[in-house]
């Protein structure tokens, strides 16, 4: 029977030598170099740090110098009260070099904007590591998305063949009077409609594989399946509110969340700021020379000294800016408020679609086993008469089903699995190993 050559197929299949593909993680290397999206996350941290050394400057010693030289030419006439005037026609020269140097003591702006820029700098980090993570949930779900496409592909091309075969059957027992033509009609219809399903399948493995190529920049990537039975671990630990916990010290979007809100703080001492006193040391030195003109001399000018600069009215502008941080960063803690709401959650339901993932896993696999069963009671029933060709072609569209439904389980099952470290804020590169642990080859 069909079935039989079927299930025989399948257990030719789990029984064979199996290897590890590392195809996933060859994928994920090439995202690492060609996903655009995390290039430029990158580009984005990296100008995001040098906020923290640009702050600094303002805090280090400041050293200007300036060099003037003037030429001129001067004629005419001069004189002076009681004495007769003389034609003067005269050139001279004055050279002037400044060398000053400033340094900060207080500005408390600028001591707040340096904390500011390490919290710039912690964002721009941890901004980063999240679209890393995102990479390992993109690449995951882009290739689970193409294995799947081929499933349903695979699945379609067999299911239209089994069909075939059955319109054959029923075209032949037709043609020798043992059915009625509804058979044979009904068949046509079911075929009609897998081929119109295998060319929707092609279109959606073409899709997906695009999808894929858009990450990697790189195509086509070889398709190397999920083995047959995979573990089916639950969440460790087996506490919904332990991975809560995790998650609010380590979830990425909160941290990012947090880190807005500290710097949105730290702008109100800025804005504070405007209040208060600055004060700095100067060390000056010039150098004067003056040749030809009415002077002529050299002199060296040494200064030393302290400046405080105190604003007095500044037209309630600085009040206003007080007001808009402090507004500012009450917006960042209702942000922060939503997202920590949302974390928890997201982990929750991420913590309980892994429990159910995996029960549905093995709920569907028994699908499938009793799926088959019953495709085979109604082939045989239709050999001894008990059943129709109507019976065998729903009996075989729920097997196939039941297939791609069981493929797709076990690929939610896993995305689920990351779903949750990447709610926790654990989720790395170890646990796409694990997955590609499971991909396999024919030894």
């Known amino acids: 029977m069909i079935t039989r050559r079927l299930l025989a197929a399948c257990l030719l299949v789990t029984a064979m030598p199996v290897a590890s593909a590392n195809e996933l993680l060859r994928v994920y290397e090439l995202a690492l170099q060609q996903d655009m999206r995390l290039q430029a996350a990158r580009h984005a941290r990296d100008a995001a740090i040098e906020a923290r050394p640009q702050a600094r400057a303002a805090l280090l010693p400041q050293i200007n110098a300036s060099y003037g030289y003037e030429d001129s030419s001067e004629t005419g006439t001069e004189g ?8 003067v026609d005269r050139d001279s020269t004055a050279r002037a070099l400044t060398v000053r140097l400033d340094q900060t003591l207080f500005d408390w702006a600028a001591f707040k904007r340096y904390d500011q820029a390490g919290d710039e700098a912690a964002l721009a980090q941890a901004d980063f590591r999240r679209a890393e993570q995102d990479l390992v949930l993109r690449i995951t779900q882009a290739y689970f998305g193409a294995l ?22 029923a075209q032949r027992r037709f043609d020798v009077g043992l059915s009625a033509i509804t058979d044979v009609q009904e068949a046509q219809a079911r075929f009609d409609l897998t081929v119109a399903q295998e060319i929707t399948a092609e279109q959606q493995l073409a899709a997906a594989r695009e999808a894929l190529r858009e990450i990697t920049g790189a195509g086509p990537n070889r398709e190397v399946p999920l083995q047959e039975e995979i573990p089916l671990r639950l969440p460790e630990p087996a506490d ?24 949105a703080r730290t702008g109100i001492d800025i804005a504070r700021a405007g209040h208060l006193p600055r004060v700095g040391a ?13 002077f002529t001399g050299e002199s060296e000018i040494e200064t030393v000294g302290v400046e405080v600069s105190l604003p007095i009215f500044a037209g ?10 402090r507004s500012t960063h009450e917006q960042f803690e209702s942000l922060f408020q939503l997202t920590r709401r949302g974390v928890e959650r997201s982990t929750r339901d991420a913590y309980l679609a892994v429990n159910a993932g995996a029960a549905r896993v093995r709920a569907l696999r028994q699908a499938v086993l009793s799926s088959t069963t019953a495709l085979e009671a109604s082939e045989t029933g239709l050999e001894v008469g008990t059943r129709t060709a109507v019976d065998v072609l729903n009996a075989q ?9 069981y493929a797709r389980a076990r690929y939610d099952y896993l995305l689920s699995i990351l779903l ?21 080859v024919g030894g």
Do not use: C
């Open 316 to 325: 309630l502008a600085t009040r206003s800016r007080v007001s808009q941080a």
């Open 240 to 263: 919904s509110e332990r991975w809560l916990d995790t998650a609010r010290d380590h979830n990425l979007d909160l941290v990012i969340a947090n880190l807005q809100a500290e710097i």
């Open 397 to 405: 569209r729920d097997l196939y089903s039941a297939q791609r439904d």
């Open 420 to 440: 949750l470290k990447a709610a926790a804020g654990t989720l790395d590169v170890t646990d796409l190993e694990q997955i590609d642990a499971l991909l396999v």
């Open 148 to 169: 799947s496409a081929a499933d349903n592909l695979r699945f379609s091309q067999s299911e239209k063949a089994a069909v075939e075969r059955q319109l054959e059957q």
């Open 80 to 87: 002076f009260a009681g004495q007769p005037e003389a034609r």
């Open 282 to 294: 100067l060390a000056q030195y010039q150098d004067l020379q003056t040749d030809g003109g009415r």
